[in-house]
């Protein structure tokens, strides 16, 4: 696809990895922005809406994916060269510092651990066994804790970081590790939910989740797509739009600093950990 051709039918715009129902909205706005800087820069045509119904962690990214947003750290593993990282959202949000996030251990606001060491033997919920905030950050984090065997008496797979909170906090698991955004706008939209859950302890910081379009992009509608996103990060009329998605910036990170994500896979298993259990 470039500015003078026709771009392939049946194009795939998503943003899945924030999309609580009440954040379709914002969502939206910011495609919204975003594909009218497109349609400027002549792209078209382009879909109109989001596949709001596209998971977080999908089977595959085809070559319709024109923009989404997709988790580090299976780009840097089941992914592998099938995206093209286009920018990383720096958030204004506790936990992030520029464009970093943590995965915060989370727990109902009575249970009785005060440390990390406390979940020992307890239920986990987790999202997915591809996720970095739900497995590959924790996994590092519990590395020295587990001496080489089983931490958790269980850890039950769910497919949802929003809904494992909400299990949480009707007592219907132990903890559950999540995405310090995933948590700030789950807090944000179910403040009574959040108020009956805690965060026990943070993991170490990795890259935020970066913007992506598949790797049959072609180069100079790229380059189209990463001036677009600049220009949402950086110009006033575009403030309204940052401010539903606590975006305060997007920016470029080089290849080596998402490869940290494989060193904190590579460390636990060098910990006798390399499976989260």
Request: proline share 9%; glycine share 8%.
């Amino acid at each position: 696809m470039t500015r003078q051709g026709e771009p392939p039918a049946g194009l795939s715009v998503s943003l899945p990895m924030y999309n609580l129902p009440e954040m379709r909205e914002a969502n939206a706005a910011f495609w919204a922005a975003l594909r009218g800087l497109l349609l400027e820069a002549g792209i078209r045509p382009l879909p109109e809406r989001l596949a709001f119904e596209r998971p977080p962690v999908p089977d595959r990214i085809g070559e319709e994916v024109i923009f989404s947003q997709v988790c580090g750290y299976p780009l840097e593993t089941r992914f592998r060269g099938q995206a093209v990282r286009l920018g990383t959202p720096c958030y204004a949000v506790t936990g992030c510092e520029g464009p970093t996030h943590r995965g915060l251990f989370v727990v109902r606001m009575g249970s009785p651990a005060r440390e990390l060491s406390d979940l020992a033997g307890t239920v986990f919920l987790l999202n997915s066994r591809h996720s970095n905030s739900g497995m590959n950050l924790p996994r590092r984090a519990l590395a020295e804790l587990a001496h080489g065997g089983k931490f958790f008496a269980g850890v039950i797979e769910t497919g949802s970081q929003p809904g494992n909170l909400e299990r949480i906090a009707r007592g219907e698991g132990d903890a559950t590790a999540v995405d310090c955004v995933t948590y700030a706008f789950w807090r944000h939209y179910r403040p009574a939910l959040a108020a009956r859950t805690r965060v026990l302890a943070v993991t170490p910081p990795s890259p935020a989740i970066p913007f992506v379009t598949s790797a049959a992009t072609p180069p100079a509608t790229r380059e189209l797509l990463r001036q677009a996103l600049r220009r949402i990060a950086r110009e006033a009329r575009f403030a309204v739009v940052r401010a539903g998605l606590m975006l305060s910036d997007i920016v470029d990170l080089p290849d080596v600093a998402y490869e940290r994500l494989l060193a904190y896979e590579r460390e636990a298993g060098e910990r006798g950990y390399p499976n989260l259990a």
